[in-house]
C-alpha cells in the first residue's frame, strides 16, 4: 500500500514537471496570435479577400528582399500577411511581423523614417500616414498599406489597425 | 545631364554620336556639366519619358496614354519616326521574348500592368507571336498579387514565374556569383527585355535595371551583403543575361526614395515617366540621380549619407566588367 502511494506520488510529481517544463516552453517565446487577422465585415465596411501567407525567418527574403536583412537583425521569427478590401474600393495588405520580443519590434519600428506622420495612441507606439499605418504591439510589427488614396483611407486604416491591436492584446 | 526639350530627336542622336553634346547640368543633380569634344566620343543613351496626365484625373494608369509614352520613349531612343519600326529593330518574327517584370513589391509597386500589355501589343505589331512573349519573374503567386494574370498555353501571351519550370541544374560562376538560372530565362526566351521599378533599395542603395536580375536565380538571398557589391555587376555579367538582354524599360510611373525595395506609399511618388537604355549601367546611374533629387527635395540625407551609397554601379562600369558607363560625360540624357 505505501509503495503504490509512493508511486502514485511519484508520477504526480512528473506530471506537474512535464507540465511545467511545457509551460515555461511556451512562454519562452512569442507565438503569432491564432487569430489576428480579423474575418470579413469584423472591422465595419473591410472585407478579407485573400488567404493569409506566412513566411518564416528563413525565407522572409522571399516576400521583402532585400529588408529582410534589418528585421533579420531585429530577430524576426515570421511574417503573416493577408489582402483587404475597404467598401469595394480601396485595396490595402496587412503584414503582421512576429519578434522574438517586444524590444525587436520596437527596433525595426524606430529604424524607420517619420516624416509627415500623423502621431496617434495604438498598441505601444504608431504611425499614420495618408496610405498606411505602422504599430508595435508586444512583440509584433503590423504594416498595413493601402494601394489608393481616398478621403476615408486614413481613418479606414486607423479602424481596421484597432481591430487587430484587439486581437493582439487578447494573446 | 538634361538636354533642352527643344532638342530634336535627330540633333540628339547626332550629339550622341559625335560626343559634341553640351548638355546643361541640373544643380540640384549635381551632375557634372559636359564639354565640348574634340574627338567622337560614343555615349550611352537615355531617354526619360513623362506624361503628366498619365493617370488623367485618377490615380490608375490610362492605357492609350502609356502606349503613347512608351512610343515616345522608343521613337527618341532609336530615333525612328514609327513606333513599330523601333520594335522591328529590336526583335526579329521567331524570336521568344521575355519580359522580366519585379513584382516584389506587390500591387502598388510592381511593373505596371499598362506598360507590360503596351509592350506586348508593339512585340506583337513587329511581328513576334503573342504565345512566343514570355512575362515572367521568379513566383507565379507573386505575379498574381501584382495584378498579372498567370496564363501558360494557348496563343496568347504566357505569364508565369518560374517556379512553374524550375532553375536549371548546373550551377554558373562569375566571380562572386554562383547560381542555378531560370529556366525561362535559358529554354523559353532568346530575347530578354527588363522592365524593373525605379526604387531605393535597403542595402543597395537603389535597384533598378541591374537588381532586377536578382529574380533570375535561385539564391538572390546570398547576394546582400556589402550593398550587394560587387554580387550585382557580377550576376550581370553571366553569359545568358548577357547576351539575350536587349533593352530596360524602366518603369518609373510611381518611385520610391526612402523605405524601398517593399511599398510604402509615404515615400514614393507618382513620377509619370518610363526610362528607356541599352545601356543597364547608365540607366541605373540616370536613376539614382532621380533618387537622389527627390530626397534632396523632402529633406533627406543622400544615400551615401544614409550608409547605402549604391557603389554596384561603378563595378558594373569598371574594367572587369564593363557593362555600361557611369560617366555622366558619357550619357546623353533626353528628357521627353
Known amino acids: ?171 | 545631364m538634361s538636354i533642352k526639350s527643344s532638342t530634336s530627336r535627330r540633333d540628339f542622336l547626332k550629339k550622341c554620336l559625335t560626343g559634341a553634346a553640351v548638355l546643361r547640368a541640373s544643380g540640384r543633380m549635381g551632375l557634372l556639366a559636359a564639354t565640348e569634344q574634340g574627338t567622337a566620343l560614343a555615349k550611352s543613351r537615355v531617354v526619360m519619358a513623362r506624361d503628366a496626365m498619365l493617370r488623367g484625373a485618377g490615380t490608375t494608369v490610362d492605357s492609350r496614354r502609356m502606349l503613347i509614352l512608351l512610343d515616345r520613349a522608343m521613337q527618341a531612343l532609336f530615333d525612328r519616326d514609327n513606333a513599330i519600326e523601333t520594335w522591328k529593330n529590336l526583335v526579329r518574327p521567331g524570336e521568344t521574348v521575355g519580359l522580366k517584370v519585379n513584382a516584389l513589391g506587390g500591387r502598388g509597386f510592381s511593373s505596371n500592368l499598362q506598360l507590360v500589355e503596351a509592350i506586348c501589343e508593339r512585340l506583337q505589331e513587329a511581328g513576334i507571336k503573342a504565345n512566343d512573349i514570355v512575362v515572367w519573374d521568379r513566383d507565379s503567386d507573386e505575379l498574381e498579387h501584382a495584378g498579372f494574370h498567370v496564363s501558360t498555353g494557348g496563343n496568347r501571351v504566357q505569364c508565369f514565374g518560374t517556379d512553374r519550370v524550375d532553375y536549371e541544374q548546373k550551377l554558373v560562376t562569375h566571380g562572386s556569383v554562383g547560381s542555378r538560372l531560370s529556366k525561362i530565362l535559358t529554354q523559353s526566351c532568346n530575347v530578354l527585355i527588363n522592365v524593373p521599378v525605379l526604387k531605393d533599395h535597403d542595402g543597395a542603395g537603389v535597384t533598378i535595371s541591374l537588381k532586377n536580375m536578382y529574380g533570375v536565380i535561385h539564391n538572390p538571398n546570398k547576394y546582400h551583403p556589402n550593398g550587394c557589391d560587387p554580387y550585382i555587376a557580377d550576376l550581370n555579367m553571366l553569359p545568358e543575361i548577357r547576351t539575350k538582354m536587349r533593352l530596360t524599360i524602366c518603369d518609373a510611373t510611381t518611385a520610391s526614395y526612402e523605405g524601398g525595395p517593399g511599398y510604402k506609399p509615404e515615400y514614393s511618388w507618382k513620377n509619370n515617366a518610363l526610362i528607356v537604355s541599352q545601356d543597364p549601367v547608365a540607366l541605373d546611374y540616370t536613376g539614382w540621380q532621380i533618387i537622389e533629387r527627390k530626397r534632396a527635395e523632402k529633406g533627406l540625407k543622400t544615400l551615401e549619407g544614409d550608409g547605402r551609397a549604391p557603389h554596384y554601379i561603378a563595378t558594373a562600369a569598371d574594367a572587369q566588367h564593363r557593362l555600361g558607363t557611369n560617366d555622366p560625360r558619357k550619357i546623353a540624357v533626353a528628357e521627353l
Open chain 1, 1 to 171: 500500500m505505501r509503495t503504490g502511494t509512493a508511486a502514485m506520488r511519484s508520477a504526480l510529481t512528473v506530471a506537474l514537471c512535464i507540465a511545467l517544463l511545457e509551460n515555461a516552453a511556451c512562454n519562452r517565446e512569442p507565438r503569432t496570435p491564432a487569430r489576428p487577422f480579423p474575418a470579413s465585415n469584423q472591422v465595419g465596411g473591410w472585407e478579407k479577400t485573400g488567404d493569409i501567407r506566412t513566411f518564416e525567418a528563413a525565407d522572409l527574403w522571399k516576400y521583402i528582399d532585400g529588408e529582410a536583412e534589418r528585421y533579420l537583425q531585429a530577430g524576426v521569427q515570421r511574417v503573416s500577411t493577408a489582402d483587404y478590401k475597404f467598401q469595394n474600393k480601396v485595396d490595402a495588405v496587412v503584414d503582421i511581423y512576429t519578434m522574438g520580443n517586444a524590444e525587436g519590434a520596437e527596433k525595426v519600428f524606430r529604424s524607420e523614417s517619420a516624416v509627415d506622420v500623423t502621431p496617434i495612441q495604438l498598441g505601444d507606439g504608431a504611425r499614420l500616414y495618408s496610405q498606411s499605418l505602422v504599430f508595435r504591439k508586444g512583440a509584433c510589427l503590423v504594416r498595413i498599406v493601402a494601394f489608393e488614396e481616398s478621403t476615408e483611407t486614413q481613418q479606414a486604416l486607423l479602424q481596421l489597425g484597432q481591430g487587430i491591436e484587439l486581437r493582439l492584446a487578447r494573446r
